[in-house]
């Protein structure tokens, strides 16, 4: 066995050849012109060629953070208004046939209209648990071995498609949902495919900074090492989506794109009193992949009722790996809780706001009037707490007492509701009975400054409707703030200082988490401090909104939704973390010569 | 309340305003120069001016991928020789007292040197659990807030100083782990510098894409809203590391220097037998930070012995969020199941070998014997399982029957092991007795080809030493072939076809996983069916492997070591996930307009 005797000068190949390795000869030995591990389609790579441009573009506005948008706000820049009041119309009471998966059985869904308080009557095809399975299991077998740059040109695709439904998508939203209509549009149209597109601009940064292929090369003195390294992102395996009643669109399309693009199937479980509008989504999905020769089960519908929910043994089966939910702490709890599972979790939370001073009481009682109103206080990032401090609240010129701030929100809230223009469009409706239930409920605690009442609809009569139940609190400490109150309602909480607020909020988002907070001061020294303090805790919070703009809105390409770091979510849309915790990157290594 | 009731023209500013924020009047506010919320230091920015330039160039040769080295392996490139072996001999026997953290009590240490079998006797300072997990928590409070920039900086200078001790590190890894000097002094050295690098290059790209503050405009149409963004990232809280005896620093150092990166301070728990080399880099840590004005605790040492162990203590202990962690599958396993962890976790594969076909069937077999040798197959990656098909092996000119491929490997590895400069230099030394008791106990299983016997070693006549066990199974399924055998073995598996030998490997990835494997072959078909079916188990594959390079190698800034997706790992050596998941972005938004 030759063995080095000579002391072999300097390692130059690692401890590996020390002693050893050199003096075993390299041969130049079968070279291939690479592993072709991919599906690859011409027709796929002409779809990639046409949106790349626009996905770094939108990757570049997602690490800028300044304003930007792929798709206008504005319900007229999309020329299908009627189209999609009529497709909408002839969609009631009707199965949903547009879906290119097969069903054992039609479905008739749990859809109400929260405006007309009538059954949609639409019917979704379904299967057994077992079929979706095996179906998004053989669509794995395809799906990850399109390259990604074709999976994304697809998805993109999608997302364009889908702009042409955003007025169908709209009614849909609104008719299941309870949203206002202009809510409806932007909410489920185009800020919802914003954020689609941003997760397939993390995911394009994410692919795009590996090699798929690398010589690498290294002089061993003797020989001349040769490796052919492949790199190859696999997902993590199959995911399910769990789909909210008061988002269906927007809080699924990160996800789902996100989870497609890594190349894992999605069976999107919906709300079963929410099924329409994410639907039609998923059609326009199938009809791409089907049209570009892929097997449309990349994605599919498992609708469930409320009776029959089917979401446990979809989650608890050993293929379903990666789980998308938005919805309450106890299920998502139970989801973290399954071993084997990785998790991108929306839970409850309790979202405060914290008066310190202001410049303008009045500009800031009607931004948090709003703020509390919008969509009946049924957003997640809805406002719920308001911390104001029993020795007053200090101005420029004055200090308003507790009472005048109490009193000023009050007024604020009272005009928003009482206009009757401004409620219906603002207010939209209850989604369902049990969130108007659970506020009425609440009139029975101690300290209701206004029970909650019905406001009447101009355009729908028979709209579940509800305005704000105001409830002033003796002692921060009280059970009531310390669980999320889902729907219109608003809790005023005394604190000896506005130095306490801060301590009740920081304890709040340990305990409870919050999806936003609010925090009112005009003192430096009071807005950093509090800043470091809640960034510990995860908290993203917002200072003197005021104008037109609101905390409730998180902007894809600029706001992050949720840190993943509190209690109310374990993810964010969009960071890093959204997109890489779904895939592996497998490396294969082919050595040309040694 | 004024509300809009000419239409107001195409909504500008999101749902939130379609009807009633553009009456709300904006104004200019309060506007900060910025909030300062860190702690920022003149000197502790010329460290990041200093390197910044380097970590660049780390960063692109991450992306890049072709051979790239921070540090040279040649340990003539350190002048540092001669001072580390006599710093080596002058801690022998002596307290440690380089750290700077007080102790409770000086706690002599486990270790003994696989050489001399002879105890070190060097004594750590060791205080309670409460204690470290206090300063632990004290020192969050302030390296959570100097700037990722200055942290980085910090971190570079200190892997610098650390090249100044790669001699000494490399004398105290040998007589820790047994590794032979070459390997101790590039494994310990410059490959585990090279890993601390990168792990700093890949949060570099992580902490730069997103701007630490930015300014957020649009026009509302009636006002212009200014928002100021910042986004802080934040760690998740306190990192525990828990150190290997086998590689305590090239093991340690991703995790240690990725959890330091995002702000998290680390308590590492080396392995009690393992102490010596990684405090050497700890006491650099410490002696940087105390320097820049900084609590030298945001690292600690918390040593431990065999006898009263304290990991659990640590990992339990709910202020502890990200857990390191290189080790055994059962005690992996129990750290998976704490709840509220975040786990980066190396544990237990069967490493495989399939011989399919070959070009040379002599230099494959001199490749194989040599990474099965390589400090007495001690290494995550070294290879146990080697299939071979009962129909024999293809070359282009012959096939080589089942038994003429086994003895062409049985001989290889005799050549090596028998060698006089070979053996030491190659093999070194068992890192303790049970290793040696395991492998032994072998000799009772059918099959065996070779019992293991000691070598000489030439310089120390007490190494503890031992040669392979080669067991022939007689089918692949045998309990032998799906558990590590960790130390000097291999095991040939007859299997029916090339085809099988593929599914066995399949299986084992799926219920065992591996941290390598290699296939040899000269068929495209086969190569490209093989990368496919194992690249959808997560298994990074070798392809004919031989001269100078080897399979137990993964080099930084090219290899991901493990792939995280086979249950031999959670973690990868470094992608993206590695450093994303220690921290989250919060978001801070100050309204300057509305």
């Given at each position: 066995?030759?063995?080095?005797?000579?002391?072999a000068?300097?390692?130059?190949?690692?401890f590996?050849?020390?002693?050893?390795a050199?003096?075993l000869?390299?041969?130049l030995?079968?070279?291939?012109?690479?592993?072709?591990?991919?599906?690859?389609?011409?027709?796929?790579?002409a779809?990639?060629q046409k949106?790349?441009?626009?996905?770094?573009?939108?990757?570049?506005?997602?690490?800028?953070?300044?304003?930007?948008?792929?798709?206008s706000?504005?319900p007229?820049a999309y020329?299908?208004a009627?189209?999609?009041?009529?497709?909408?119309?002839?969609?009631l009471?009707?199965?949903?046939?547009?879906?290119?998966?097969e069903?054992?059985?039609w479905?008739?869904?749990?859809?109400?209209?929260?405006?007309?308080?009538?059954?949609?009557?639409?019917?979704?095809p379904?299967?057994?648990?077992?079929?979706?399975?095996?179906?998004?299991?053989e669509?794995?077998?395809?799906?990850?071995?399109?390259?990604?740059?074709?999976?994304?040109?697809?998805?993109f695709?999608?997302?364009?498609?889908?702009?042409?439904?955003?007025?169908?998508?709209?009614?849909?939203?609104?008719?299941?949902?309870?949203?206002?209509?202009?809510?409806?549009?932007?909410?489920?149209?185009?800020?919802?495919?914003?954020r689609?597109?941003?997760?397939?601009?993390v995911?394009?940064?994410?692919?795009?900074?590996?090699?798929?292929?690398v010589?690498?090369?290294?002089?061993?003195?003797?020989?001349?090492?040769?490796?052919?390294?492949?790199?190859?992102?696999?997902?993590?395996?199959?995911?399910?989506?769990?789909g909210v009643?008061?988002?269906?669109?927007?809080?699924?399309?990160?996800?789902?794109?996100?989870?497609?693009?890594?190349?894992s199937?999605?069976?999107?479980?919906?709300?079963?009193?929410?099924?329409?509008?994410?639907?039609?989504?998923?059609?326009?999905?199938?009809?791409?992949?089907?049209?570009y020769?892929?097997?449309?089960?990349?994605?599919?519908?498992?609708?469930?009722?409320?009776?029959?929910?089917?979401?446990?043994?979809?989650?608890?089966?050993?293929?379903?790996?990666?789980i998308?939910?938005t919805?309450s702490t106890?299920?998502?709890?139970?989801?973290e809780?399954?071993?084997?599972?990785?998790?991108?979790?929306e839970?409850?939370?309790?979202?405060?706001?914290?008066?310190?001073?202001?410049?303008?009481?009045?500009?800031?009682a009607?931004?948090?009037?709003?703020?509390?109103?919008?969509?009946?206080?049924?957003?997640?990032?809805?406002?719920?707490?308001?911390?104001?401090?029993?020795?007053?609240v200090?101005?420029?010129?004055?200090?308003?007492?507790y009472?005048?701030?109490?009193s000023?929100?009050e007024?604020?809230?009272?005009?928003l509701?009482?206009?009757?223009?401004?409620?219906?469009?603002?207010?939209?409706?209850?989604?369902?009975?049990?969130?108007?239930?659970?506020?009425?409920?609440?009139t029975?605690?101690?300290?209701v400054?206004?029970?909650?009442?019905?406001?009447?609809?101009?355009?729908?009569?028979?709209?579940?409707t509800?305005t704000?139940?105001?409830?002033?609190?003796s002692?921060?400490?009280?059970?009531?703030?310390?669980?999320?109150?889902?729907?219109?309602?608003?809790l005023?909480?005394?604190?000896a200082?506005a130095?306490e607020?801060?301590?009740?909020i920081?304890?709040?988002?340990?305990?409870?988490?919050?999806?936003?907070?609010?925090?009112?001061?005009?003192d430096?020294?009071?807005?950093q401090?509090?800043?470091?303090?809640?960034?510990?805790?995860?908290v993203?919070?917002?200072?003197?909104?005021?104008?037109?703009?609101?905390?409730?809105?998180?902007?894809?390409?600029?706001d992050?939704?949720?840190?993943g770091?509190?209690?109310?979510?374990?993810a964010s849309?969009?960071?890093?973390?959204?997109?890489?915790?779904?895939?592996?990157?497998?490396?294969l290594?082919?050595?040309?010569?040694?």
């Amino acid at each position: 066995m030759p063995v080095a005797d000579d002391g072999a000068g300097p390692c130059q190949a690692g401890f590996a050849c020390a002693v050893w390795a050199p003096r075993l000869q390299s041969q130049l030995w079968c070279i291939f012109a690479g592993m072709n591990l991919y599906h690859t389609d011409p027709r796929r790579a002409a779809l990639w060629q046409k949106h790349e441009g626009r996905l770094q573009e939108a990757l570049a506005a997602w690490q800028r953070r300044t304003y930007w948008a792929a798709y206008s706000e504005d319900p007229k820049a999309y020329p299908h208004a009627e189209e999609g009041l009529s497709d909408f119309r002839a969609q009631l009471r009707h199965p949903f046939d547009r879906l290119r998966q097969e069903g054992d059985e039609w479905l008739i869904a749990d859809e109400v209209s929260p405006y007309t308080q009538e059954p949609l009557g639409i019917a979704y095809p379904k299967t057994t648990v077992a079929e979706y399975i095996r179906r998004a299991q053989e669509a794995l077998g395809v799906w990850r071995w399109v390259p990604w740059t074709e999976r994304l040109g697809l998805l993109f695709e999608s997302v364009e498609r889908m702009a042409a439904r955003f007025h169908e998508i709209a009614h849909a939203t609104m008719h299941t949902t309870g949203q206002a209509w202009m809510m409806a549009f932007q909410a489920s149209g185009p800020h919802a495919a914003d954020r689609a597109v941003e997760a397939l601009a993390v995911a394009y940064q994410e692919f795009s900074h590996i090699p798929a292929e690398v010589d690498w090369m290294r002089d061993m003195g003797r020989s001349q090492a040769h490796v052919r390294k492949y790199f190859t992102p696999q997902p993590e395996g199959l995911s399910l989506h769990i789909g909210v009643s008061t988002f269906p669109v927007w809080n699924t399309l990160p996800g789902l794109y996100a989870s497609l693009a890594v190349g894992s199937p999605v069976i999107l479980k919906p709300h079963p009193r929410a099924i329409y509008p994410i639907a039609i989504v998923l059609a326009i999905l199938q009809e791409v992949f089907e049209e570009y020769g892929l097997p449309p089960t990349i994605v599919q519908l498992a609708p469930d009722t409320v009776e029959k929910p089917i979401t446990k043994a979809l989650a608890e089966h050993p293929l379903i790996r990666l789980i998308d939910y938005t919805g309450s702490t106890a299920f998502g709890e139970y989801l973290e809780s399954l071993p084997g599972k990785i998790t991108f979790l929306e839970k409850a939370g309790v979202n405060p706001i914290l008066i310190e001073s202001v410049e303008d009481l009045e500009a800031v009682a009607k931004n948090i009037a709003f703020s509390a109103s919008l969509y009946s206080g049924q957003m997640c990032t809805a406002p719920q707490n308001v911390y104001i401090p029993r020795e007053g609240v200090r101005t420029k010129d004055r200090v308003f007492a507790y009472d005048e701030v109490r009193s000023a929100l009050e007024k604020a809230i009272q005009d928003l509701v009482s206009h009757p223009k401004a409620a219906p469009a603002i207010l939209g409706a209850l989604q369902n009975e049990a969130v108007g239930e659970r506020i009425e409920a609440l009139t029975q605690a101690p300290g209701v400054r206004k029970p909650p009442t019905p406001y009447t609809h101009p355009e729908y009569q028979q709209a579940r409707t509800l305005t704000h139940v105001l409830i002033e609190l003796s002692a921060p400490h009280e059970n009531l703030a310390r669980e999320e109150h889902f729907g219109p309602r608003l809790l005023f909480i005394p604190v000896a200082s506005a130095k306490e607020g801060l301590q009740e909020i920081y304890q709040l988002a340990k305990e409870k988490g919050m999806l936003s907070c609010a925090i009112y001061t005009i003192d430096e020294n009071f807005k950093q401090a509090s800043a470091r303090l809640l960034a510990e805790a995860a908290v993203p919070v917002s200072y003197n909104y005021r104008g037109s703009v609101f905390i409730n809105q998180n902007a894809a390409f600029s706001d992050f939704h949720g840190t993943g770091g509190n209690p109310a979510s374990n993810a964010s849309f969009t960071d890093t973390a959204f997109i890489v915790k779904r895939f592996r990157w497998i490396e294969l290594r082919d050595c040309i010569s040694g």
